[in-house]
């Protein structure tokens, strides 16, 4: 069990009633895939707001990052990064800049 | 002594306005979901203090939220639209096939007399309903799925269903309206429908006399008189006294029959009211004067209304879903406008003040009367 550390942006922590970060605990090895399972799990209001319901495409405005990397664009099955699925950093779930 | 509640949904968040029925002094409450666009609030008739929004961004998709006490906490509920056939396709902007895709809820219409069916109208154009208190939604497929659906198209807003209209004295009686698509009408609780856009006339089609294809803006029905309908369309104020089967024009004097809400007066089914605006070119009032015009002979005949609104350089849009009416006995009459202003008459439209400034942008007005 992983305790991975999230950061989500401001109109889905309103919506979550959640801090700027929150940690979700992760069975097995960590991927992106797994830890929104995770998320969507432990906080429900937030399906289907990062990515389409049961476990779909990401939102086309929703972007992922960490450790300094884009990790957007990496299979759902792609591992976290050492330092996320340790706790030691955040996987930051965040919005494209695009107005508004 | 009555309460008057205006639920307001703006570009970003909703507002519970409340006051007493003498309708003078009005305590704002708000933003909820601050920064999410509020496509509609509205509450149940069965059940006045359970209250349904449509909250939505681009970036996070749609999310309904009730609220069982008047709108002070709220709760996320199921927000899975999903088609309940294969989606087909529709007339895309450019006169192409375009796939039937969900965006968002524009309009949610709770059932008249169960508190846990609410029916939402959505972006691409199709009706869905929840029975379990918006848990979770199923399409009434059937309007989507009507022959004509592949020559729906879409208006500069979407191809949005925006109206919901049912009549409380046969519940399985609905009216929808599309924009660009038309009317219909169902006599079996939304499994089924016809088209109900005979007489209608739009000059930007091709046949301006088609059965498809009309741009309507809103559409309203007096309860006590379910078979008389009145439409504001992209161009026309229109009426129908069978229910949708054959309309007339009945924009008579109006300044420009160009608009987007329409509401009836609550006790009387012939005084109507929309908000003329100069033309699709230009979405704002004629002459920069903001006016209410209200007909107490079901059409034709329009008076215009502008004591206390502003009476020049007045530049904002009255949207479709941002006009209601209270059912005080002299009946108030609330709309919300592009600017961020609510203004509200307690006596039929003949004087305005504002219950509220500077809000974002009002996207929808609805009013609650109770006892």
Same mark, same amino acid.
């Given at each position: 069990?992983?305790?991975?550390?999230?950061?989500?942006?401001?109109?889905? @922590?309103?919506?979550?009633?959640?801090?700027?970060?929150?940690?979700?605990?992760?069975?097995?090895?960590?991927?992106?895939?797994?830890?929104?399972?995770?998320?969507?799990?432990?906080?429900?209001?937030?399906?289907?707001?990062?990515?389409?319901?049961?476990?779909?495409?990401?939102?086309?405005?929703?972007?992922?990052?960490? %450790?300094?990397?884009?990790?957007?664009?990496?299979?759902?099955?792609?591992?976290?990064?050492?330092?996320?699925?340790?706790?030691?950093?955040?996987?930051?779930?965040?919005?494209?800049?695009?107005?508004? | 002594?009555?309460?008057?509640?205006?639920?307001?949904?703006?570009?970003?968040?909703?507002?519970?306005?409340?006051? =007493?029925?003498? @309708?003078?002094?009005?305590?704002?409450?708000?933003?909820?979901?601050?920064?999410?666009?509020?496509?509609?609030?509205?509450?149940?008739?069965?059940?006045? =203090?359970?209250?349904?929004?449509?909250?939505?961004?681009?970036?996070?998709?749609?999310?309904?939220?009730?609220?069982?006490?008047?709108?002070?906490?709220?709760?996320?509920?199921?927000?899975?639209?999903?088609?309940?056939?294969?989606?087909?396709?529709?007339?895309?902007?450019?006169?192409?096939?375009?796939?039937?895709?969900?965006?968002?809820?524009?309009?949610?219409?709770?059932?008249?007399?169960?508190?846990?069916?609410?029916?939402?109208?959505?972006?691409?154009?199709?009706?869905?309903?929840?029975?379990?208190?918006?848990?979770?939604?199923?399409?009434?497929?059937?309007?989507?799925?009507?022959?004509?659906?592949?020559?729906?198209?879409?208006?500069?807003?979407?191809? %949005?269903?925006?109206?919901?209209?049912?009549?409380?004295?046969?519940?399985? @009686?609905?009216?929808?309206?599309?924009?660009?698509?038309?009317?219909?009408?169902?006599?079996?609780?939304?499994?089924?429908?016809?088209?109900?856009?005979?007489?209608?006339?739009?000059?930007?089609?091709?046949?301006?006399?088609?059965?498809?294809?009309?741009?309507?803006?809103?559409?309203?029905?007096?309860?006590?008189?379910?078979?008389?309908?009145?439409?504001?369309?992209?161009? =026309?104020?229109?009426?129908?006294?069978?229910?949708?089967?054959?309309?007339?024009?009945?924009?008579?004097?109006?300044?420009? =029959?160009?608009?987007?809400?329409?509401?009836?007066?609550?006790?009387?089914? *012939?005084?109507?009211?929309?908000?003329?605006?100069?033309? *699709?070119?230009?979405?704002?009032?004629?002459?920069?004067?903001?006016?209410?015009?209200?007909?107490?002979?079901?059409?034709?005949?329009?008076?215009?209304?502008?004591?206390?609104?502003?009476?020049?350089?007045?530049?904002?849009?009255?949207?479709?879903?941002?006009?209601?009416?209270?059912?005080?006995?002299?009946?108030?009459?609330?709309?919300?406008?592009?600017?961020?202003?609510?203004?509200?008459?307690?006596?039929?439209?003949?004087?305005?003040?504002?219950?509220?400034?500077?809000?974002?942008?009002?996207?929808?007005?609805?009013?609650?009367?109770?006892?």
């Amino acid at each position: 069990m992983s305790s991975v550390r999230v950061a989500l942006p401001a109109h889905l @922590r309103s919506l979550a009633g959640i801090g700027s970060e929150v940690v979700v605990e992760v069975a097995g090895a960590p991927t992106i895939g797994s830890l929104l399972d995770a998320l969507e799990a432990a906080h429900p209001a937030l399906a289907g707001t990062i990515r389409a319901h049961a476990a779909g495409p990401r939102r086309a405005y929703m972007r992922y990052h960490a %450790c300094g990397e884009d990790l957007s664009f990496a299979p759902d099955d792609a591992p976290l990064p050492e330092a996320v699925a340790r706790g030691e950093a955040p996987f930051t779930v965040i919005g494209a800049i695009a107005g508004g | 002594m009555s309460t008057v509640r205006v639920l307001v949904g703006t570009r970003k968040g909703a507002f519970v306005i409340t006051s =007493d029925g003498a @309708r003078r002094d009005w305590r704002v409450e708000g933003p909820h979901f601050a920064g999410w666009q509020v496509m509609h609030v509205n509450g149940s008739p069965a059940e006045p =203090d359970r209250l349904w929004a449509s909250q939505w961004t681009d970036w996070h998709g749609q999310v309904v939220q009730r609220s069982d006490d008047g709108g002070r906490t709220w709760e996320a509920l199921g927000n899975a639209f999903g088609y309940a056939t294969e989606p087909g396709t529709h007339r895309w902007y450019d006169g192409t096939p375009h796939p039937w895709e969900f965006k968002r809820v524009w309009h949610l219409e709770p059932s008249p007399d169960d508190p846990e069916t609410v029916y939402a109208g959505v972006e691409d154009a199709a009706l869905f309903r929840s029975t379990d208190g918006g848990g979770t939604w199923t399409e009434l497929e059937g309007l989507r799925t009507h022959p004509s659906a592949g020559a729906w198209a879409p208006g500069a807003g979407g191809l %949005c269903l925006h109206t919901i209209l049912i009549d409380p004295g046969d519940p399985r @009686r609905m009216f929808v309206a599309i924009s660009a698509a038309g009317a219909f009408r169902s006599e079996d609780g939304g499994e089924s429908w016809e088209l109900a856009t005979g007489g209608l006339r739009s000059n930007f089609l091709p046949d301006p006399e088609a059965p498809v294809g009309h741009c309507v803006h809103n559409m309203a029905m007096h309860p006590a008189r379910p078979d008389t309908l009145f439409m504001q369309k992209h161009w =026309d104020v229109c009426r129908s006294d069978d229910a949708g089967a054959t309309w007339r024009e009945v924009s008579g004097n109006l300044p420009s =029959d160009f608009g987007f809400p329409i509401a009836v007066h609550a006790h009387e089914p *012939d005084t109507v009211y929309v908000v003329p605006i100069h033309s *699709d070119a230009l979405h704002y009032p004629p002459d920069g004067a903001l006016r209410v015009a209200r007909s107490r002979t079901g059409g034709d005949e329009w008076e215009l209304l502008g004591a206390g609104l502003p009476q020049s350089h007045c530049y904002v849009n009255i949207l479709r879903d941002a006009m209601a009416v209270d059912a005080m006995d002299r009946c108030g009459v609330y709309f919300g406008t592009t600017g961020g202003q609510v203004y509200a008459s307690a006596d039929e439209g003949d004087s305005w003040a504002p219950i509220v400034e500077h809000l974002p942008a009002v996207l929808s007005v609805e009013v609650q009367t109770i006892p």
